[in-house]
């Protein structure tokens, strides 16, 4: 099959198309893993982009499953320079083109990646629309056109079309914490069971009063696709529950927490995705390296005056990557401790102190 993906910049380029042919529109972003594409396939906070691998080589251990971060696809398309189709991986059950057409979603490789990645990190994140198929057959203007004809990803509500319907329960022994699902993943979750966290996962619009029934020792906001803008409810919790309970956040769930306290955020220019962002704990000097994926941050001189002291900053540009709040009882991270895909730096510091706080408080 071709494969056609047109830029707003004006830019059309052919490739192989794979997967299930269609046309999809979204903001193409690029990220830096050599290797979890499973994990970032099936990461909910890709949701509304399309996702281009830097990593010239995807699918050559195939597709086992068993590192899913979500029951589906999150990106709405996937870029890559090259698919292997033949892997001999003794987990993989499928390949990575049969898992795309299985779950609906269209790719393309063949494409020069390398150039796309250096136009992204020029110009900024893009608009962007992938035909693959016999739908392919459009015209430079048609692909193009259709890029730049779709909105913004600010002005969508991608958190409601991840977030759980129901809320669902992980039990355990320990503290009881309530996470509010923008769009988590698996791996958040595993890793908070792992230290015998007792869990309780609502949607993104669960009510204060709601969640005050589940009776818990903290809050817990968990990452997610798009503007924190759109995650009022999410923002109205953190505003009812500060002071009251323990609140602490992951990714979109730092910047919701810092929307809540009267701070502001902004959209980067091509946003982090990968596993390789430095981290500098600004307490110790140590710089740890992290895997992250968001399109937004904290402005951080809005944080003036709100009682938000920032702790972590990315060594490679300044933005935030750590906050707390000692009075209120708060902490996030920008970066995700659990990685998947990613190294492991910051995973047993951040659930193990969470996990330490939250019992300290309950003395």
Known sequence: MIGVLGLEDGTRVEGVGFGAPSVVSGELVFVTVMSGYEEALTDPSYKGQLLMFTYPLMGNYGVSGDNFQSDRIGPTAMVCREVWDRPLHHRSTRTISNFLEDEGVPGVSGLDTRMLTIKIRSQGAMRATLAVGETADVSAEDVVGLARDQPEISTLDLISAVSCRQPYRIPGEGPKVVMIDLGIKRSILDSMACLGFDIVVVPSQTSPSQIEGYEPDALFISNGPGDPQQAAGAIEAVKHFAGEKPVYGIC????????????????????????????????????????????????????????IKITQVNANDGTVEGIRNDYLGMEAVQYHPEASPGPLCTKERFFASVAKEIEGRRR
């Open 252 to 307: 979109l769930g730092l910047q919701v927490i810092c929307l809540a306290l009267g701070a502001e955020t902004y959209k980067l220019k091509f946003g982090h995705h990968g596993g390789n962002q430095p981290v500098k704990d600004l307490a110790s000097g140590v710089v740890r390296i992290t895997s992250q994926n968001h399109n937004f941050a904290l402005r951080p001189q809005s944080a003036e005056g709100t009682g």
